[in-house]
């Protein structure tokens, strides 16, 4: 079946750390990937998307995530991490011929001022 | 962990009939759900948002009046395509969060509306 795993459900950091959280898919064909965002308080923002060409995809705020295809891997990254980057991040798959999307189990960030 | 189950799983149906999408929260008490449907090439696109107990908040440019959202229990909450058309074919996906703003928020495995 297909899934998608998100290996850290907990990480703490301090302010201007650097952060990386693990997504891995189990998708076999052509698939599409997302990082959403949920601030306390807040329904999903989308983070960033890659459908295709360059895998190394700029989102917003900072975040950039790279396709690693060989690897099976989109994870996501920021150099420099803010208090204001204290949230819950999940990672998102869909198959680029189909239409059923699969979440990874989050990942929730605790950046410490 | 904590498992919130949606059913069906896909369903297709004729145009002009009304579908019901269950989401149901498992182990834990969901008082906010949300749905969201996903199109092709695209983002999530949050539909609307139920709180247990009250109407729910539809996002600009949703129909209440063909999506309707009922949120009548601490565990489930439902969504009903009213008067399906093709363009109503996507899918449907609901999350669940318990009370708290830092509740950890939860995926339904989706549903696949197909509209004949």
């Known amino acids: 079946a297909q899934s998608v795993s998100q290996h850290n459900h907990h990480v703490i950091l301090s302010e201007a750390a650097s952060l990386e959280l693990g997504c891995n898919y189990s998708y076999g064909g052509t698939v599409n990937l997302f990082w959403y965002v949920q601030y306390p308080g807040q329904h999903l923002q989308l983070l960033l998307k890659?459908?295709?060409?360059?895998?190394l995809v700029k989102g917003i705020k900072g975040f950039e995530a790279e396709f690693i295809k060989s690897k099976f891997s989109f994870n996501l990254r920021k150099p420099s991490v803010q208090w204001s980057d204290t949230a819950e991040y999940f990672c998102?798959?869909?198959?680029?011929?189909?239409?059923?999307?699969?979440f990874g189990g989050g990942t929730r960030v605790l950046v410490k001022p | 962990g904590a498992v919130v189950s949606q059913h069906p799983s896909r369903v297709i149906c004729k145009s002009g009939t009304s579908v019901k999408i269950e989401c149901r929260s498992l182990?834990?008490?969901?008082?906010?759900m949300f749905w969201y449907r996903q199109f092709p090439k695209q983002s999530l696109m949050l539909m609307a948002t139920?709180?247990?107990?009250?109407?729910?908040?539809?996002e600009q440019g949703v129909e209440k009046d063909k999506f309707l959202i009922n949120h009548a229990s601490l565990t489930l909450s439902t969504l009903t395509v009213t008067s399906a058309h093709p363009e109503d074919s996507s899918f449907y996906i609901c999350?669940?969060?318990?009370?708290?703003?830092?509740?950890?928020?939860?995926f339904g495995s989706g549903t696949q509306l197909s509209v004949l």
């Open positions: 890659y459908f295709s060409g360059d895998p």
């Open positions: 139920s709180n247990e107990g009250s109407k729910a908040t539809y």
């Open positions: 998102a798959a869909i198959e680029a011929a189909g239409n059923k999307l699969t």
């Open positions: 182990d834990f008490q969901a008082t906010t």
């Open positions: 999350s669940a969060q318990g009370q708290g703003v830092n509740e950890k928020l939860f």
